[in-house]
């Protein structure tokens, strides 16, 4: 059974950076095809992809956050690591990371999500 | 960018209505579009794989059609549990890309 979840504080403040890690079981990051994204919903609103990293450690990211973003990965202890610099209210959502693959491109299953709200 | 195009946001519907959920590509993506169901408090949960491929253990009630730039999420004869908010998704090229949502609310 494949799972993920989500963990990091749950309050930041303006300027700060967020440090968000997602630990799964059930499949491994060094095996071919996997990757593991993350997407963030601001509260009552849609959702927003913001990275991926792959099982050959390629990584992609939002356009318009980018600059901000870094995304990792520790396969020995099978995580999944998102940073995210200069916080700002607007960043306030609830954070979920997903597994896809290379033959499926589809996001199953989904983490539970983290609540993030920056507010100083 | 690929922009998702939802319609409607927003409907309220009675149990065993047909409801038609579009979601309308600003380029040709072939059959790269899934659909998810989040009900409040929840992850989204995958429900249509590749614009029509029916998902393990989803209801059959739900189906999706289409491909290039216009996509259909249906429900036939709608149920209670089956109040949520709905999103397209694209995979057929980066950045990934959601629709805005469409909220359906049972009567």
């Known amino acids: 059974q494949v799972t993920l979840k989500e963990s990091g504080p749950a309050l930041v403040k303006p300027t700060q950076t967020l440090t968000l890690t997602c630990t799964f079981s059930g499949f491994s990051l060094t095996t071919s095809g996997m990757r593991v994204s993350w997407i963030r919903q601001p509260p009552g609103k849609a959702l927003e992809w913001l990275a991926r990293?792959?099982?050959?450690?390629?990584?992609f990211y939002s356009i318009s956050l980018k600059s901000r973003l870094t995304i990792s990965k520790d396969t020995s202890k099978n995580q999944v690591v998102l940073t995210m610099t200069n916080m700002d209210p607007v960043d306030t959502a609830t954070y979920y990371c997903?597994?896809?693959?290379?033959?499926?491109?589809?996001?199953?299953?989904w983490g539970q999500g983290t609540l993030v709200t920056v507010s100083s | 960018e690929i922009v998702l195009t939802q319609s409607p946001d927003f409907q309220s519907v009675t149990p065993k209505e047909k409801v038609t959920i579009t979601c309308r590509a600003s380029q040709s993506i072939g059959s790269s579009l899934h659909w998810y169901q989040q009900k409040p408090d929840q992850s989204p949960k995958l429900l249509i794989k590749y614009a029509s491929q029916s998902i393990s253990g989803v209801p059959s009630r739900f189906s999706g059609s289409g491909s290039g730039t216009d996509f259909t999420l249906t429900i036939n004869s709608l149920e209670a549990e089956d109040a949520a908010t709905y999103y397209c998704h694209q995979s057929s090229s980066l950045p990934i890309t959601f629709g805005q949502g469409t909220r359906l609310e049972i009567k």
């Open positions: 997903a597994r896809s693959m290379t033959s499926t491109n589809w996001f199953d299953p």
């Open positions: 990293i792959d099982w050959d450690d390629d990584k």
